[in-house]
Structure formats: structure tokens, C-alpha cells
């Protein structure tokens, strides 16, 4: 049986995707998903079924964009800690742009959501994983003062990652003068203050000076 209309799938989520971050699990309907991307509902769910299996494919398609960048810099030739900088750098860019979505994905999961649960459960994993081996592989060269692993993997993501998210919220509350947005972008969130942190991150972790 034919498709009853070409890319109508993706046109819905692309919908989703730019919707999700104001509405999050529960709000994102439907209805408000097929209105904003122009489609008959009866369409949603026949390529969706129910709102929760849309929903998965909606985080999901999030997440393997952002897994494809990150692996991608870690298979890179070059040392460990070479390819632990690409990783970050792509993290915090991709957080940098997609900042709201993960936030909410967080939010939508603390708030007890069951797609949004599973999400984290089946995923953190992944890139945590992914880190843990490259810094396990810089140990075994030598290049790290000893530190518990977990330790080393939150003062990671709290030097690195943390801020690009903060500033995001920040930016949104518009709060001028005490932290204007331009300041917010050039040194917490751009490529160059990603890339600054992330030196100095692992500076730290190999007992050197950044």
C-alpha cells in the first residue's frame, strides 16, 4: 500500500523538534504537532500510531545526531586526549544549538515522564561510554594524574558541557546588564570558550597548567 503522503513524517518531526522544548512530553499533542506542520491528524497517526511512539523517534532521531558528531570525533586518528577535545568541542556545540531540547528531555524525565525516562535510561549510557573509554585509554598511556573515574567524568561535564547549558537558561531570562547576552555568547558558549574550557579541563585532569 502506498505512503498516503511523501516526507509527511518528517515534516512532523521537524515539527516536533521545534516545538518540544516549549511544550515537552505532555503538552506536545497531536493536534499542535499536525497544525504547525500542516498535515491532516489522520496522517500522524498513521505513520505514528500513538503520541508515545512519536515521541520516541522524536528524541531519538535528537539524540543520533548528536551520537553520529560525537563518535565521529572519537575514531578520528591522533592520541586519546586529542580525540577526548573533539568530543567535548561537538558536545558543547551541539548543546550550544540544541540547548532547550535537552534541557526539557531532563526536566520532562525528572518530572517522572515515561518516554522521557526511558530516553535517559537507554542512551546516557552511550556517550558516557564513549568518554570512559578514551579516558580509560589516556590512563593506560600515562597521560592522567591518578582520580576515581566517575570523578574525572563530572568535572569534565561540569567544566565543559554545564556552563553551555546554564548560559542558554540565562540568555532566555534576558537579564541585560548583570549578564548580557553578547558577553554570555563570546565567553561561555561560543566555539573559542568551549575550546578554552575544554584545554583547561584537561590540563587539569594530567596535572599539568593550562
Not at 498513521?46 to 522524536?58: A, I, N, P, S
Not at 577526548?84 to 551541539?94: C, K, M, N
Not at 532547550?100 to 526511558?118: L, S
Request: aromatic fraction near 6%.
Amino acid at each position: 500500500m502506498p505512503r498516503p503522503s511523501l516526507h509527511v513524517d518528517q515534516a512532523m518531526l521537524a515539527s516536533g523538534r521545534a516545538l518540544y522544548a516549549r511544550h515537552g512530553c505532555a503538552g506536545l499533542s497531536v493536534r499542535i504537532v499536525a497544525e504547525h506542520a500542516g498535515v491532516n491528524p489522520s496522517l500522524f497517526h498513521y505513520h505514528f500510531g500513538r503520541k508515545e511512539q512519536f515521541l520516541r523517534v522524536l528524541l531519538q532521531s535528537l539524540y543520533e545526531e548528536m551520537f553520529e558528531q560525537l563518535s565521529g570525533a572519537a575514531r578520528l586518528p591522533g592520541p586519546p586526549l586529542q580525540r577526548l577535545r573533539g568530543v567535548l568541542l561537538s558536545v558543547g556545540g551541539f548543546l550550544r544549538c540544541h540547548g532547550a531540547e535537552v534541557g526539557r528531555i531532563w526536566a520532562d524525565a525528572g518530572q517522572g515522564e515515561a518516554v522521557a525516562m526511558a530516553f535517559v535510561r537507554d542512551n546516557a549510557p552511550r556517550h558516557l561510554h564513549l568518554v570512559t573509554a578514551l579516558l580509560e585509554e589516556a590512563e593506560r598511556g600515562g597521560e592522567l594524574r591518578p582520580m576515581p573515574a566517575l570523578q574525572r567524568m563530572v568535572f569534565l561535564m561540569g567544566a565543559v558541557v554545564a556552563p553551555v547549558l546554564v548560559a542558554g537558561r540565562l540568555q532566555a531570562l534576558e537579564l541585560g546588564a548583570a549578564l548580557p547576552a553578547d558577553r554570555l555568547e563570546d565567553e561561555v558558549v561560543s566555539d573559542a570558550a568551549i575550546a578554552v574550557r575544554a584545554d583547561m579541563a584537561i590540563a587539569a585532569l594530567c596535572g599539568r597548567e593550562g
